[in-house]
């Protein structure tokens, strides 16, 4: 397990001085980041061998949003891998060791130049810590879109949009589908569904369908086809 500590900055709160969702991806993105740079299989080593781990799904259980300036503990594990897929969990908690948030993801490996998906190597396997899964609701990672969607916003793809690979980092998806969401209300499940990465240049349409205490919203193109889909269970 990898740690990764941390405190509640003003920038990544709302209105209500609470952490906002798209920060809670980030920190759990930049854990298991910064787990893969002190193994050295980081950012160089992927990009020296043309690989990648790119981000299948989330599923995001909240228990409360901390407030800004609260000390926080990220951890990270892998939770076993299987062909091209590599399954990891994550854990927010207080300093004083209140649990926050867990999460589920599942990571599929790439060659980053023929764009399909590769398996890892024995040896870039063997170098992580694998623990058990945490226990979370069993859901499937394919989200259905309800009949009825509502366009909402087009949104052009900027540069900082943009990470390292070249495609709109997976936290900004969330970040933008938080725009399909009422002010007042609170987020205690997520679910993202990946399914095709946009890249500078593109505009991403915003779709939503309403339901009691769900919500969920579809970012696709111009020509209807996905981007990603939100799911977000709430109060």
């Known amino acids: 397990m990898y740690k990764l500590n941390g405190r509640v900055r003003y920038s990544e709160c709302g209105i209500d001085n609470k952490i906002k969702l798209p920060a809670i991806i980030n920190y759990f993105q930049d854990c298991t980041t910064e787990n893969s740079e002190t193994i050295g299989v980081g950012h160089d080593y992927l990009v020296d061998r043309k690989r990648a781990w790119i981000l299948n799904s989330w599923q995001v259980e909240i228990l409360r ?48 130049e023929s764009g399909r998906p590769i398996k890892p190597t024995d ?41 390292t690979n070249r495609h709109v980092n997976n936290s900004k998806y969330v970040e933008l589908a938080c725009e399909a969401l009422p002010e007042d209300f609170e ?46 269970v709430g109060e």
């Open 187 to 232: 987020v205690k499940k997520l679910r993202v569904e990946y399914k095709k990465a946009a890249v500078l240049g593109d505009r991403m349409i915003l779709k939503r369908v309403i339901e009691e205490h769900r919500i969920v919203a579809e970012l696709c193109d111009e020509e209807g086809s996905t981007y990603a889909i939100v799911e977000v």
């Open 123 to 163: 040896e870039e396997i063997a170098v992580y810590e694998v623990g058990e899964p945490i226990p979370m609701e069993a859901v499937s990672r394919k989200i259905k879109v309800p009949e009825g969607a509502v366009e909402l916003d087009t949104f052009p793809v900027h540069k900082y949009h943009i990470d």
């Open 65 to 112: 949003r901390p407030q800004v300036r609260e000390s926080i503990e990220v951890s990270t594990w892998a939770t076993g891998f299987k062909g091209v897929f590599g399954p990891r969990d994550f854990c927010m908690k207080t300093a004083e060791g209140e649990e926050l948030a867990r999460a589920h993801s599942l990571w599929v490996y790439i060659d980053t």
